[in-house]
């Protein structure tokens, strides 16, 4: 099932716990942190440790779990998960 098959079943609500847990998923793997559920959401990706290079490869991995081609950029465009 696809992300957007998935989104489009739930609430606003579920939607945006969903896409956090995807973004807070993919920058623990960037990362190499062992807890997903330990990083603060409302930190900043550069708080969290991420830099161009790492930005680089959470806008990656994003771009594979979404469908989507997301700027080189969006870990700035939108500092927090």
Same mark, same amino acid.
């Given at each position: 099932?696809? =992300? %957007?098959?998935r989104?489009?079943g &739930?609430?606003?609500e &579920? &939607?945006?716990?969903? =896409? ?5 998923? %993919?920058a *623990? +793997?960037?990362? %190499?942190? $062992?807890?997903? %559920?330990? !990083?603060? *959401?409302? /930190? $900043?990706? @550069?708080? =969290?440790? +991420?830099?161009? !290079?790492?930005?680089?490869?959470? /806008?990656?991995? !994003?771009?594979r779990?979404t469908?989507? @081609? !997301?700027p080189a950029?969006? +870990?700035?465009?939108h $500092?927090? $998960?």
């Amino acid at each position: 099932e696809g =992300l %957007a098959a998935r989104l489009a079943g &739930q609430t606003a609500e &579920q &939607q945006l716990h969903t =896409l956090t847990t995807m973004v807070a998923n %993919a920058a *623990a +793997i960037v990362l %190499a942190h $062992p807890d997903p %559920a330990a !990083l603060d *959401a409302d /930190r $900043p990706f @550069k708080d =969290l440790g +991420i830099d161009s !290079l790492t930005a680089l490869e959470l /806008r990656n991995t !994003l771009s594979r779990e979404t469908g989507l @081609k !997301l700027p080189a950029t969006l +870990i700035f465009d939108h $500092p927090t $998960p």
